[in-house]
Structure formats: structure tokens, C-alpha cells
């Protein structure tokens, strides 16, 4: 980790491994790897590595199983989460109970900081979608940083904005996009650069991430493979006409 002179973790846990048999050694691993990964988040980034092994001294770990509930909306807050590994959706739900799936949250993403800047509830429900490994940041080391170094907040500024961006996105998406063109668009994020990906999510879930019916999802998917664009064996997809899929998308 930056900051720190060459070696220096190496022989500090040495150093504990051999007085304790591994045991303050192993957390002060775990401590340097959380640190890492703060590091690399988006709102953590522009910290220098004393103020982040700072943050991370506070954070804890989460696991949780499938579809498990890190919080629900309107819930207080009073903490933070970044991924370390598996993949949250947060989701909203109508008052008939009909979720949709507004972002998903993989391994090194950042949520649950809105009630950092605003003092409210949790805005949306966060929920696992396979087993999850999470670090949950407290919200007054994170503050206390903010406070003693002002200029940080045009990186919080900056990091508000894009999240900003991202909304107006999805919702330019249900103004333009029927459900045909959203589905399309949702398939290709999934699947990023590989033609060939797996669903990391149920039909019922990308049917939330799409804002439709799981059956007119499902109708949109046929018809891509029906025209040779997409291959489908179980949860296993393969792209045999990304030029045709990304015009559907647009």
C-alpha cells in the first residue's frame, strides 16, 4: 500500500505472526487489505494512504447469503458499504410490492453513501444476489476526514455527479427505449466485452433491472435469438451479433 516504506508490512507481520501465532498478523493483513480496496473506490480514491488506513481501522467486515437485505429503504444509516466480492442490487419497490432494480454492485463498487451528505433514510433497499463479502465504512471517520481537509468535497462533488449522470441515463432510457431496446441495452452492460457471459442475475431480477414484466423480458430475449443475434443455453448467453443487439439498444 502506498505511503508505507518497502517492507515495512512484511516485517510488521512477521514481527506479529511470530509473537502471537498469526493471529494479530492475520488482522493486520485483513486491515491492509481493506485498505487496498477502499483505496481504489471511488470516493476513497483521492485520500492519502494514512487518512484510508484511518477508515479502514473503523470499517468491518459483512457476509451475507442470497437475498439477504443490507438495508431497507428508509431505514437510518449510519455507514457505508463497499463490495469485496459478489453483487448487490439496489432496488426500489412500488406499493404493489414490484421491485426494480436500479443499479447492481460488484466487487470493488461503493453504495450507501447518500445518507452521508443528506442525514436521511436509506433512499432504496440493497440486497444480495449471491453470497457477498461487503466492508462497512461508519460514516464519522469518513466525516471527520471531509472536515480536516475541505478540498476533498470537489471529489465528492465529482463522484455526486456522476452518480447523477447514471440516473438521468436510466431515465432517459424509459423515456426512449421501449422494453425490447432497454433489454437489449441491459444484456450488452452485462456482458461488458465477452460475447459470451452468464447471468449473474434471475429472470425475475433482470426483468427489475429492465422496468418491465419478467414475460415481456423473456419475449424480448426470444426474439433476439430467433433473428440469430443471441444464444441461450440455461443462464449461459453467447453474442453472435453484437452490431444488430447495440442498434437495438439505441
Known amino acids: 500500500m502506498k505511503g508505507y ?5 512484511v516485517a510488521a507481520i512477521g514481527q506479529l505472526d511470530g509473537c502471537n501465532g498469526g493471529r494479530a498478523g492475520a488482522r493486520l493483513r485483513r486491515r491492509m487489505d481493506t485498505a487496498t480496496l477502499l483505496a481504489r ?76 451528505f443528506d442525514g436521511e433514510g436509506r433512499s432504496a433497499d440493497a440486497r444480495a444476489l449471491e453470497p457477498c463479502a461487503l466492508v ?11 472536515e480536516a481537509e475541505p478540498r476533498l468535497l470537489w471529489h465528492v462533488v465529482s ?3 456522476r452518480r447523477l449522470r447514471v440516473t438521468d441515463a436510466a431515465l432517459a432510457d424509459t423515456v426512449f427505449l421501449d422494453v425490447t431496446g432497454r433489454t437489449a441495452k441491459r444484456l450488452l452492460e452485462i456482458a461488458g466485452d465477452h460475447d459470451e457471459f452468464t447471468l449473474p442475475v434471475t429472470q425475475e ?9 419478467r414475460e415481456r423480458v423473456n419475449k424480448a430475449i426470444a426474439a433476439f435469438i430467433r433473428l440469430g443475434w443471441l444464444v441461450q443455453t440455461d443462464r449461459r448467453y453467447r453474442i453472435t451479433d453484437r452490431v444488430q443487439l447495440s442498434r437495438r439498444a439505441t
Open 5 to 9: 516504506p518497502k517492507g515495512t508490512e
Open 41 to 116: 473506490s471511488e470516493l476513497f480514491s483521492a485520500l492519502d494512504s494514512e487518512a484510508v488506513a484511518d477508515i479502514a481501522a473503523a470499517a468491518r467486515d459483512i457476509t451475507l447469503q442470497r437475498n439477504e437485505l443490507v438495508f431497507a429503504e428508509a431505514d437510518p444509516a449510519d455507514e457505508l458499504y463497499v463490495v469485496r466480492s459478489g453483487r448487490i442490487a439496489i432496488a426500489k419497490r412500488s406499493v404493489e410490492g414490484r421491485e426494480s432494480v436500479v443499479a447492481l454492485m460488484e466487487q470493488g463498487d461503493l453504495f450507501g453513501e447518500m445518507s452521508l
Open 136 to 146: 462497512g465504512v461508519p460514516f464519522g471517520p469518513i466525516r471527520a476526514v471531509l
Open 159 to 161: 463522484l455526486l455527479a
Open 205 to 213: 431480477e433482470l426483468a427489475g433491472m429492465v422496468g418491465a414484466s
